[in-house]
């Protein structure tokens, strides 16, 4: 008997665990005037990566993850923020190699720099899209699809 109670206890317990809710948060992608913001002010841009899948070819990087801003400019310097790899003119300038272009970003949560207590769950998320900024004025809005791990 106690051995039945055991397992309808385990169950109830992965069900509970099971149901956390990933709260998925927005991202205006503003093509036309060269910026990707989260809407929501307890998150900051970690990273952007523009990529095809032969190389990446735009990778700016949060230099202090303490700071950070929920508004980044793809085309301009950003205060906190590091170009690693910016060939995005060149990138744009000639016919793509490969169609399969695309944009990552990674979110966190503001002033969120290292896990604590398991609790990394939410608050570094990921957001892929499938177009990159070439001759483009697209204003769209896209989700995060899931925690980054």
């Excluded at 002033?111 to 769209?140: A, F, H, R, W």
Aim: proline fraction near 3%.
């Amino acid at each position: 008997m106690d051995a039945k109670k055991t397992l309808i206890l385990l169950l109830f317990s992965l069900g509970l665990n099971s149901c956390r809710e990933f709260k998925r948060e927005k991202i205006a992608i503003n093509y036309k005037e060269g910026y990707i913001k989260v809407l929501s002010n307890d998150y900051v841009i970690d990273s952007l990566i523009m990529y095809n899948n032969i190389k990446k070819y735009y990778v700016l990087g949060l230099s202090d993850k303490g700071n950070g801003s929920n508004v980044i400019f793809y085309n301009k310097q950003n205060a906190n923020y590091k170009n690693y790899t910016d060939s995005l003119e060149y990138y744009c300038s000639n016919p793509p190699e490969v169609d399969a272009q695309g944009l990552d970003i990674i979110i966190r949560k503001k002033g969120y720099t290292s896990k604590e207590n398991g609790k990394d769950y939410l608050e570094i998320q990921y957001s892929g899209y499938n177009k990159v900024p070439c001759n483009s004025i697209l204003i769209d809005t896209v989700e995060t699809s899931s925690p980054y791990k």
